[in-house]
Every structure is written in structure tokens, then in C-alpha cells.
């Protein structure tokens, strides 16, 4: 007789007599374990059930009609006032709803009262054995797979064109065989098609579409092939130009306004109630994002609490104090809407050379620590055994924030293979050009040209620690932050109703929001582009084990 | 009322699988929270409850799909699915748009449905139902993100289809080999399957050539009550009450529904008599309330002249072609790859 413990009841299912006690279950074990229970036919249609748990969802579906028709009155209140979280997990989402009305009735056709027994039973009203059934279960078991990896597919291209005139899609063709040429290491006939790339520029409309992305990809090749791939003068700009750029950026088009708008959001739910509060703050720039959740916490019910923020940025050559400057006029702000407030700057040049004693935090304080398109940077591993992102995320973890929030470009820009990584690269920085072209505003629209543009450079014609835009999709940072120990916390239908309408009050038509397992997504007409999560630490001890 | 709730709730537990009841019915309740009784509709929320996905131009199951801005001014999106070919199994990203190949490959327009409120070509449940009609029919399949309703009343959604139609007829690179000309198909479910008519009406006098027009479950209705909706009214997930809000806020303000959009063969209607139209495969589920209409869109047609095939799935809910698990499903796909395969 062998004894397992808890962690490895739920995962192992191949008997080999190990007891192993391992101190937290492995996630990936447990997820694959899960995941072959879903039904895999509604994970095709976005839902995600257990099949174990269909007749309970269906029972609670039909209370919840129940419910709804017994009482119009808290009907429309559902509808106009409840926030719906994450609707791919269905079970929930209409526990949710269910538990919004006052009084859940029983329906009575649930139970049946067994004449043999005189107990109640649960009614097993749907059909069990349609004549053909097995025969198409076992028709689409080989599909559940691929239905099942529709849920969240590893491998995705996502590409929204325009009608591309035919010099527009040769320009295309031949990027892809120059990308090709350098992933092979044939750099002689990389440079031939660099100079016909060159010539063809020449030919076609370079002020929108693909002609205007190509330049910048035909910039960032040649500098890979001829100038090696250490980063060159790219990464060389002044801290204070990339300040500049990033302004520029942030006024031209509505993605980091979401981020912003997004983050503070949800770190104020996560505040709500707490009188000592203190944001972490992993990039300040210009503080763009602060003030507004200063005013939102000045206005709050109750009173705002003691807010301290600590901003992290690189430090000023030529013996400015720009972190100091940014945080006196936060101060200057919070001050005069009766917030008592405290400022620390942290200069560092990279994050992972912050240690956390330097963030002051108190045990006392409710903690938000804050990344706006920072983890990515620190995905390059090194020679060490610790990446940097592991070691981060393990320190932010031992603060116990409250939240975390994590907002990060979907695109999948750090795969190993070059191609690949140019591939998605062409295609996402295409998209992020075209939305650019809703804003007519100059110089913005040029500076955050030049912005982008910097971003390209570095994940085309960069490598090793060099290269610090190594971007990845949510669901690669959903499998990093749940096997670091956080949980996420899903942003609702409020945060994505604002997100919408203040879209439409700064931008034209065609970005959209999206809503994207609990997190939230902003793109170009189809394509997300920029990706906004939060999360919690899971608290350490054997209770929580999930079951 | 509870008590009827209840026989009803029981009866349509009868007959579908539990998944697809599951489905349906989260679908009824969602849409019950988003129909507000003054006509107005809670997109927001409408949006961020619809279960989306991304295309990808990586193939899954020897599919891959890809979107296309069709119209600037109207933000036309339209999701393209293509087949990969035994010779190209993994398309180049920069080749997308490349030529079809095959002597003949059949291009199909799909209008998704959703009352003309509901849904987009990018929900889960179309992209889904799409793949699966490209590797039917082998046809390149292009989905059109129609605008929708209340927003945008009558006729957008048949403008937006016509604007499709058009583009895709004057794609060099979807023509087929044998005669250089787009072989083309409109197909679509519910409000798509009504804008499907609706854009083989238009295409008439055009000199654009439909080879026919597959409607499922198309969404047709009338001032009249019929018997099959007074019969069928609440019993399987649909209502006439929500048949009603829909026309109202599609149709334009203050047309009743014999209006020719919801009742082509109706007192506002027009004769096809001597009209060159498509020839249609129109599916009726048994157990939908408005298959009156939907028989009477038949009766129209064959009394026309015109070539029509029905089937009339007798035990057939409304969406039972979302989920490939009853018979229905693989009885209507087998004809409809039947239907789009007689011209090769």
C-alpha cells in the first residue's frame, strides 16, 4: 500500500508506486490532467466545462432562467449594474449570476421524489444514450485535442491586411527570403536583397500600409548585417529621449492609455478598503499614469488612504534628479486634492538590479506593484542558473502584493528562431503602424513612429542581452505568473465597459477591446496588440492545494 | 408560469445533447440580458461576453484563415479561411492572397448569424463552424463582419454583404482555373441566411454570378402569427416576444414586419418569376417557431420557378449545426457538400 500525498493524488494517474512530497503540486501536471476532461466541443465554442461537471452547470443554468423570469425587476438590475467576469468559465460565471439574485429558488423539477426509497433524487432528465452517441464521441475524440488547444493556441499568427497593391506584397516576399537568408547565415545574399529592398522602396508608397513598415525592417536588417548583433546605437538613446519618444507615444494612440487606465482600475478595486497603500511602480517616466489614480483615490468613499508610490527608472546622467522632479509634482498634485502622499524614486538601469529592501515596503501597507511592458525585458536568460525574470518575480512575490498588474504586448517576439521572430514581428508592427495612421496629430504621430521604429530594431537586429524587447503572448505569461505562485484576478465587464468608451472618446474607429479569459485586450480591429492582466500571490502553506 | 416553464425547460432537455443545451441555453440567457425592453441593446456588454478568437495564418486541421479589411470607410472586416494544399502545407506568410490553385474551387460567402445583433465573424462559434466548411467543401470560405443591429438598421447588413459580394468577385487570385471566374457561394445561419437572400437579390441585374445560396435556419417572419409560432413559442429556446425585438430593431423605425427585408414572399414582396436566381439548399429545423416563414420562403421560390431543395430536419433545434454531435449536423453538412461540390 502506497501512500500519496496530496500533491500528487490530483496529477500522476500512471500508478507507478512513487510518494513523492513534492511541496506544491506541479501546475502542468494538474492543467493536462484537467484539461482532457473538458468538453471539448464547447472549448470550440470559447467555454471552458468540465464534462464531469455539464449536468451541474445545466441544472444551475436552468435555476438561473428560473430566477430570471420570477423576477424581472432583478433581471434588468443584472443587466445594467452586475460586473460579469471571464465568461469562458462558464460554471462560474452563471454561479455568479445566480448568486446576484435575493432569494435562489429551487427548481422543482430538479428533484424527484423515488417511489422505491421515498428520497429525493436528482432528476436525470437529459438523454444519456442517444442511439448514436458513442459513435460520435469516439468520431471526435481525436478532434477534442485540436478543440482543445483552440482555447488557447501556443501557436498563433494573426494578420489583418489591407488590399496591398502588388509591389507592396513583393516587398513582403522579399523580406521574408532576406529574414531567411540571415537565419541561415548567408549574409552575401542577404545584402543583395537588401539592395533590391532598397531599390523596390523607392518604388512604392512609403507613407502608409506596408511600404512604411518595410522601411523600418529594411533598416533593422541592415544593421544586424553589418553592424553585428550587440544593439549598436539603437539602445544608446538617452534616458531622457526615450522619455520623449514614450510621450510621444502615449499621446498618439490609446494603448498605454489603457494600460494606465486598465492598471489603475483594478488597483483601485484592490485597494478599496485599505487606509496605507504603496505602488511599486516598474517604469515611472513622466508618471503619466499616477495622477489620475491619485484623483480617483482623493474621490473614493470613505476617503483617500495614505498613499505612497515608489517609481523606478533608470538613473539621470549630468546630475538631474528626474525621478525626484516627477515626484514632487505628484506630490504637488496630491496635496492639492487632500491625498496624503509620499515619494520614492529607485534609479536603476535594469530591473533585475533593483533588491527589494530598496522599495521601503511595510509590512502594514496594502502593496500594488505595477508593470507597464517591463517583465518582458527580463526574459533574456543568462549564463546563470536564476533568469532574471524568475528571481524578480520571486522577490515581488515575497511582498505579498495585493495586486499585480502586468501589461504586456501580445506578440510573440522572443521565439529561438529568427524567421519566426521576424515573421510575427513583421506582422504585428504592420498592424501597430496601420492604427497609428487614425491619429492625424503631428509631431506626435512621427515621435511615436520613431518609438515603434526603436522597438523594432531591437527584436530584429539584436540578440543576447542586447536584445530586451523579447515579447510574449498572454498565454506564455499566464503559464510564467501561475507557476510563480500568482493567481489572477480577472478584470470585469466594468473595467472592459470603460475601456471601450474611452476609446471611443480618443480614438477612431477600429481599435477594439476584447475580453480574453479574465484579462483584457486592446487591438486593431481583430488583432490584439497590447495585453492587460492582474494578479495575487497564492499564500504559501499545504492548505492551499487546490483539490 | 413556472409550471409551463417547467414542461418547456423538460422538453427541449429531451432532445438535444447536454453540451449543445448547455450552449443554447447560455445563449438565450446572455441575450436576455443584453435586449433592453426600450429597443436598445448593451453592446458593451454584448462584446465582452462573446467568446472570440484571433485568425491564423498557421494552418490547424489544414485550415488557416486570415482577415482583410475589406472597406476603410465602414470598417468592413472579413475573416478569410483557405485550405492548405498538399504541395503547400504551411502557406508563406507573404503568400496568403496567392492564387487558388484547383480547377475549379469553390469560393463561399458566409454571413454568420445572431438575429443581426449578435455575434461576429471572429466568435468562436462561426470561426469554428467556417474551418469546418472549408474542410467540407474544400472552398475557400470569406466571413463577413456585417454591422449590426440596432446600431446600424436596414439595409447595412445587406450593403456590407453586397460590398463583400463584389470584392470577392473581383479577387484575381480566388478565380478558379478552369474559366478564370470566382465560383461563387453565399451561404449563412439565421440573419445570415436572410442576408444571403437578400445579397442574391441584389446581385441580380449585376452580371455577378451566384451558383447558389445555402440558408440555415434563415430568419424570415410577417405580421401574421403562424401556427408553428404559436405552437413552438418558448418551448425551444427561442421566443416570439425576442423574434419580435429583433425585427424592431433591425427593421427601419416604424415598418412592420411584412416588410420585404423580413417577408420577401410577403404583400411588400417581389415576384422572381422569370428572374435568374441561384439555386437555393434552405435547412428548416422541426423544432424552430418560425419554420412557417422559412417553408413559405420555399413555396415562394418553387412557385417562381426556381430551383430549391429543402431540408426539413424534423427533431432539430435552432443551432443544432454549431456542435458536430447529432445526425442532423452530419446529414445537413453531407448536403451541403453535395450541393456546392455539383458544379465541379
Known amino acids: 500500500m502506497v501512500l500519496y500525498d496530496s500533491a500528487t493524488l490530483g496529477g500522476s494517474c500512471s500508478g507507478s508506486s512513487s510518494s513523492s512530497s513534492s511541496s506544491k503540486p506541479p501546475p502542468l501536471q494538474q492543467r493536462q490532467q484537467t484539461q482532457q476532461d473538458i468538453d471539448g466541443l464547447l472549448a470550440g465554442a470559447g467555454y471552458r466545462v468540465r464534462s464531469s461537471e455539464l449536468r451541474k452547470v445545466a441544472q444551475r443554468l436552468e435555476r438561473l432562467e428560473t430566477a430570471m423570469v420570477n423576477s424581472p425587476a432583478d433581471l434588468s438590475q443584472l443587466a445594467s449594474d452586475t460586473i460579469h467576469y471571464n465568461p469562458s468559465d462558464l460554471a462560474s460565471w452563471v454561479d455568479s449570476l445566480l448568486s446576484e439574485f435575493t432569494q435562489p429558488p429551487t427548481c422543482p423539477s430538479e428533484f424527484i421524489m423515488d417511489p422505491e426509497t421515498n428520497q429525493t433524487v436528482v432528476s436525470d432528465a437529459w438523454t444519456t444514450a442517444e442511439p448514436h452517441m458513442p459513435q460520435v464521441h469516439q468520431n471526435i475524440s481525436y478532434q477534442q485535442q485540436s478543440l482543445n488547444n483552440q482555447l488557447t493556441v501556443d501557436n498563433q499568427l494573426t494578420v489583418v491586411t489591407a488590399m496591398e497593391e502588388d509591389s507592396g506584397i513583393r516587398l513582403v516576399h522579399m523580406l521574408m527570403t532576406c529574414a531567411e537568408c540571415v537565419q541561415r547565415g548567408d549574409f552575401s545574399l542577404a545584402t543583395s536583397c537588401l539592395e533590391d529592398m532598397q531599390g523596390l522602396l523607392t518604388r512604392v508608397n512609403t507613407v502608409c500600409g506596408i511600404g512604411k513598415v518595410a522601411g523600418h525592417f529594411i533598416d533593422a536588417l541592415s544593421r544586424r548585417i553589418f553592424q553585428g548583433i550587440g544593439g549598436g546605437s539603437i539602445n544608446g538613446g538617452s534616458a531622457y529621449e526615450n522619455e520623449i519618444l514614450y510621450h510621444h507615444f502615449y499621446e498618439a494612440c490609446p494603448y498605454l492609455k489603457f494600460a494606465h487606465f486598465t492598471a489603475n482600475q483594478a488597483i483601485l478595486e484592490a485597494f478599496d478598503g485599505h487606509d496605507c497603500v504603496h505602488v511599486v511602480d516598474f517604469n515611472l517616466m513622466h508618471g503619466l499614469q499616477w495622477p489620475a489614480l491619485i484623483q480617483a483615490l482623493a474621490l473614493r468613499p470613505g476617503g483617500p488612504p495614505l498613499l505612497r508610490l515608489t517609481g523606478i527608472g533608470p538613473p539621470s546622467p549630468d546630475g538631474r534628479d528626474s525621478l525626484r522632479e516627477i515626484g514632487l509634482r505628484l506630490a504637488e498634485l496630491a496635496r492639492s486634492v487632500n491625498v496624503r502622499f509620499a515619494f520614492r524614486g529607485v534609479a536603476a538601469s535594469r530591473l533585475e538590479d533593483v533588491k527589494p529592501w530598496m522599495l521601503q515596503v511595510n509590512p502594514k501597507e496594502s502593496v500594488a506593484v505595477n508593470s507597464i511592458m517591463q517583465l518582458h525585458r527580463l526574459l533574456g536568460s543568462d549564463l546563470n542558473r536564476n533568469s532574471p525574470i524568475e528571481t524578480v518575480l520571486s522577490w515581488i512575490r515575497s511582498l505579498n502584493p495585493k495586486i499585480m498588474t502586468v501589461v504586456e504586448q501580445e506578440a510573440n517576439h522572443n521565439q529561438p528562431g529568427f524567421l519566426d521572430r521576424f515573421t510575427e514581428a513583421l506582422h504585428y508592427y504592420s498592424t501597430m503602424f496601420d492604427s497609428l495612421e487614425a491619429c492625424t496629430v503631428q509631431p506626435n504621430k512621427a515621435l511615436a513612429e520613431i518609438y515603434i521604429q526603436r522597438e523594432i530594431a531591437n527584436v530584429v537586429s539584436c540578440e543576447g542581452s542586447a536584445r530586451v524587447e523579447r515579447h510574449e503572448p498572454l498565454s506564455k505569461w499566464r503559464t510564467r505568473l501561475s507557476g510563480a505562485g500568482f493567481r489572477p484576478l480577472h478584470l470585469g465587464s466594468n473595467a472592459y465597459k470603460q475601456a471601450s468608451m474611452l476609446l471611443t472618446l480618443f480614438s477612431a474607429e477600429g481599435y477594439s477591446v476584447e475580453e480574453n479569459d479574465g484579462c483584457l485586450t486592446l487591438g486593431w480591429h481583430s488583432r490584439p496588440l497590447i495585453a492587460a492582466s492582474a494578479w495575487q500571490a497564492v499564500s504559501d502553506g499545504p492548505a492551499d492545494f487546490p483539490a | ?344
Open chain 2, 1 to 344: 408560469m413556472a409550471r409551463s416553464n417547467e414542461v418547456n425547460l423538460n422538453e427541449c432537455k429531451m432532445v438535444v445533447p447536454l453540451n449543445t443545451w448547455v450552449l443554447i441555453s447560455n445563449f438565450k440567457l446572455a441575450y436576455n440580458l443584453l435586449r433592453r425592453p426600450d429597443g436598445t441593446f448593451n453592446r458593451h456588454l454584448a462584446e465582452f461576453l462573446d467568446r472570440k478568437v484571433p485568425a491564423n495564418a498557421n494552418p490547424v486541421d489544414g485550415v488557416f484563415s486570415f482577415d482583410v479589411l475589406i472597406d476603410r470607410g465602414t470598417s468592413l472586416l472579413s475573416r478569410i479561411y483557405r485550405p492548405t494544399t498538399a504541395e503547400e502545407p504551411q502557406p508563406n506568410i507573404a503568400e496568403l492572397e496567392k492564387p487558388v490553385t484547383a480547377a475549379v474551387v469553390p469560393v463561399i460567402i458566409f454571413f454568420h448569424g445572431g438575429s443581426f445583433a449578435h455575434s461576429s465573424a471572429n466568435s468562436a462559434i462561426y470561426d469554428t463552424l467556417c474551418r469546418r466548411l472549408v474542410r467540407l467543401c474544400k472552398a475557400v470560405v470569406v466571413s463577413v463582419n456585417y454591422r449590426r443591429a440596432p446600431e446600424n438598421r436596414y439595409p447595412c447588413a445587406y450593403d456590407d454583404g453586397w460590398t463583400a459580394l463584389k470584392w470577392v468577385n473581383s479577387r484575381p487570385w480566388l478565380q478558379s482555373q478552369k474559366d478564370s471566374k470566382v465560383h461563387i457561394y453565399l451561404a449563412g445561419d439565421s440573419s445570415g441566411g436572410n442576408i444571403a437572400h437578400h445579397v442574391a437579390l441584389r446581385a441580380i441585374e449585376s452580371g455577378i454570378d451566384i451558383l447558389g445560396s445555402i440558408l440555415l435556419n434563415p430568419m424570415f417572419g410577417g405580421q401574421e402569427r403562424t401556427e408553428s409560432e404559436k405552437r413552438l413559442d418558448g418551448k425551444y429556446f427561442v421566443t416570439l416576444r425576442d423574434r419580435d425585438w429583433y425585427w424592431r430593431a433591425y427593421l427601419p423605425e416604424g415598418e412592420d414586419r411584412d416588410h420585404p427585408a423580413c417577408n420577401p414572399f410577403g404583400p411588400n414582396g417581389r415576384s422572381l418569376e422569370g428572374i435568374k436566381f441561384p439555386k437555393s439548399l434552405v435547412v428548416v429545423a422541426g423544432l424552430d417557431l418560425i419554420q412557417d416563414w422559412q417553408l413559405a420562403y420555399v413555396e415562394g421560390l418553387k412557385k417562381a420557378g426556381q430551383e430549391v431543395k429543402l431540408l426539413y430536419m424534423e427533431q432539430a433545434t435552432i443551432g443544432f449545426y454549431l456542435l458536430p454531435n447529432n445526425h442532423h449536423f452530419h446529414t445537413v453538412m453531407d448536403e451541403i457538400s453535395k450541393f456546392v461540390s455539383s458544379d465541379c
